[in-house]
Nanobody
Framework: QVQLVESGGGLVQAGGSLRLSCTAS????????MGWYRQATGKQPELVAR???????NYADSVKGRFTISRDNAKNTVYLQMTSLAPEDTAVYYC??????????????WGQGTQVTVSS
């Protein structure tokens, strides 16, 4: 029943920047971890960045130093700031939330996806 709404995708030239936003319908304080995945045409989805409720982050090697994930608990929003974009970053980006509800159950939530296209 949790909804994640994404925005911020678009077309940008190589070297440019975009900021993606993901807003949850519940307090993200109750979501143990949130992240961004991406899927390029013809490829498997991959984890781009992840942030836990405690603030720990991790990134794919391909985006380290270029992308930054952050969260604003008051706004129930997670951001992905992307800089130095390259054509290889072109993909549909999906927001993900993981919530542990008990020691034996966990829920996963997904946004609708937002297209990022980087031209050379």
């Amino acid at each position: 029943q949790v909804q994640l709404v994404e925005s911020g995708g678009g077309l940008v030239q190589a070297g440019g920047s975009l900021r993606l936003s993901c807003t949850a319908s519940i307090s993200i304080f109750s979501i143990n971890a949130m992240g961004w995945y991406r899927q390029a045409t013809g490829k498997q989805p991959e984890l781009v960045a992840r942030i836990t409720s405690g603030g720990s982050t991790n990134y794919a090697d391909s985006v380290k130093g270029r992308f930054t994930i952050s969260r604003d608990n008051a706004k129930n929003t997670v951001y992905l700031q992307m800089t130095s974009l390259a054509p290889e970053d072109t993909a549909v980006y999906y927001c993900n939330g993981e919530r542990t509800v008990s020691t034996m159950a966990a829920h996963a939530y997904w946004g609708q996806g937002t297209q990022v296209t980087v031209s050379s």
